[in-house]
């Protein structure tokens, strides 16, 4: 049984970990704390627990193993690493931290005091992208070219219980939708490529998201990177907060074989469909999952005694393809990650 500490009780916590958590025969909620002591207090009522006056008297206590942390992008590093430190495991939300340093410092932090980091991303977990990996894997479409991967909805406004949105508050936030939206993506074409990110062309930019005040938000609502990896293929990644309608999440890799096209329809019962060369397509019904995977993996992790599948050293080849794509869009030029010679940016 692992004994889990949930810091941050806000949306991601109430829609995901706590439900995710009671519904997982081998954990078991133990604490809670947010700075609304009295979300903390719902939350123990519904799921079981008790509430504490700060993270630290949380991270104190011997009768919690792992914590998840739930809180706004700027203090991910901060309470992760103290976290570490007090011998717990951690499952942090994504991003992971809001700078390249403060990300290896979490890894760093982990295998020093020999504790597991996981970080959550989520889209690698989702069963149709897994059955993708497996077809990918078996050669269906052969070596993968090019692709275009697109994830973008009207924006993270109710997102937040609290009042107004912490996403667009620079000081909060930090980072916006490249690495609230785009991060998934970064992730995903790892997985499913088997390949990193080594080059970024990006535009990263603030187009139509505005403030109470009617002013531009502070951090990005859209972007649009050009990558390279390290197996060869090149392709681009779109992220938005400006699609006012269906929310988008395709991902269409062209392969030497055929075509891959992964949630590019309205057909919610055939997600992949794969296009041959000869013209013929075959499309594959896999049955929709509410949970997201997370949870599961990082309770099993801990179980066996064994790295998450996303630990922190895995998430930070997608760090430094966001930041390097930050980093492109400022300079206006390709930036090279995730080789042996760069080092922070």
Same mark, same amino acid.
């Given at each position: 049984?692992?004994?889990?500490?949930?810091?941050?009780?806000? #949306?991601?916590?109430?829609?995901?970990?706590?439900? &995710?958590?009671?519904?997982?025969?081998?954990? &078991?909620?133990?604490?809670?704390?947010?700075?609304?002591?009295?979300?903390?207090?719902?939350?123990?009522? #519904?799921?079981?627990?008790?509430?504490?006056?700060?993270?630290?008297?949380?991270?104190?206590?011997?009768?919690?193993?792992?914590?998840?942390?739930?809180? &706004?992008?700027?203090?991910?590093?901060?309470?992760?690493?103290?976290?570490?430190?007090?011998?717990?495991?951690?499952?942090?939300? =994504?991003?992971?931290?809001?700078?390249?340093?403060?990300? &290896?410092?979490?890894?760093?932090?982990?295998?020093?005091?020999? %504790?597991?980091?996981?970080? $959550?991303?989520?889209?690698? !977990?989702?069963?149709?992208?897994?059955?993708?990996?497996?077809?990918?894997?078996?050669?269906?479409?052969?070596?993968?070219?090019?692709?275009?991967?697109?994830? *973008?909805?009207?924006?993270?406004?109710?997102?937040?219980?609290?009042? $107004?949105?912490?996403?667009?508050? #620079?000081? =909060?936030?930090?980072?916006?939708?490249?690495?609230?939206?785009?991060?998934?993506?970064?992730?995903?074409?790892?997985?499913?490529?088997?390949? %990193?990110?080594?080059?970024?062309?990006? %535009?990263?930019? @603030?187009?139509? =998201?505005?403030?109470?005040?009617?002013?531009?938000? *502070?951090?990005?609502?859209?972007?649009?990177?050009?990558?390279?990896?390290?197996?060869?293929?090149?392709?681009?990644?779109?992220?938005?907060?400006?699609?006012?309608?269906?929310?988008?999440?395709?991902?269409?890799?062209?392969? @030497? #074989? $055929?075509?891959?096209?992964?949630?590019?329809?309205?057909?919610?019962?055939?997600?992949?469909?794969?296009?041959?060369?000869?013209?013929?397509?075959? @499309?594959?019904?896999?049955?929709?999952?509410?949970?997201?995977?997370?949870?599961?993996? !990082?309770?099993?992790?801990?179980?066996?005694?064994?790295?998450?599948?996303?630990?922190?050293?895995?998430?930070?080849?997608?760090?430094?393809?966001?930041?390097?794509?930050?980093?492109?869009?400022?300079? $206006?030029?390709?930036?090279?990650?995730?080789?042996?010679?760069?080092?922070?940016?």
């Amino acid at each position: 049984m692992i004994r889990v500490g949930i810091i941050g009780c806000g #949306k991601i916590a109430q829609v995901r970990h706590l439900p &995710e958590y009671a519904a997982n025969p081998n954990a &078991e909620i133990v604490a809670y704390y947010d700075k609304n002591r009295a979300r903390a207090e719902e939350m123990a009522a #519904k799921y079981g627990g008790s509430v504490c006056d700060s993270y630290f008297d949380l991270l104190n206590r011997d009768d919690i193993d792992a914590v998840s942390v739930c809180v &706004e992008n700027r203090s991910h590093a901060e309470i992760s690493t103290a976290a570490l430190y007090a011998g717990k495991h951690v499952l942090c939300e =994504k991003p992971m931290a809001v700078t390249l340093a403060e990300c &290896e410092s979490m890894v760093a932090a982990a295998e020093r005091n020999g %504790k597991y980091l996981m970080i $959550g991303h989520n889209m690698r !977990f989702d069963p149709v992208h897994r059955r993708a990996k497996q077809l990918l894997d078996r050669g269906v479409i052969g070596d993968v070219i090019t692709f275009r991967a697109v994830l *973008g909805n009207a924006g993270p406004e109710g997102w937040s219980v609290d009042e $107004g949105t912490w996403f667009f508050d #620079k000081n =909060k936030a930090a980072l916006g939708a490249l690495s609230d939206m785009g991060i998934h993506k970064v992730d995903l074409l790892q997985y499913l490529l088997g390949q %990193k990110v080594i080059e970024t062309t990006a %535009k990263v930019v @603030t187009l139509n =998201k505005r403030d109470s005040e009617g002013q531009l938000i *502070g951090v990005d609502d859209n972007a649009l990177c050009i990558l390279r990896m390290s197996g060869g293929a090149v392709g681009t990644l779109a992220a938005s907060w400006t699609v006012y309608g269906h929310e988008c999440q395709s991902t269409c890799l062209y392969g @030497t #074989k $055929g075509i891959m096209l992964i949630y590019n329809n309205n057909n919610p019962a055939a997600p992949i469909e794969v296009r041959n060369l000869d013209g013929t397509s075959t @499309t594959y019904n896999i049955p929709p999952e509410t949970n997201s995977g997370v949870i599961d993996e !990082f309770v099993a992790a801990l179980e066996q005694n064994r790295e998450p599948e996303v630990s922190g050293r895995e998430a930070l080849s997608t760090m430094r393809a966001i930041f390097g794509s930050i980093k492109s869009s400022e300079i $206006g030029r390709t930036v090279s990650v995730n080789d042996s010679y760069v080092n922070h940016l």
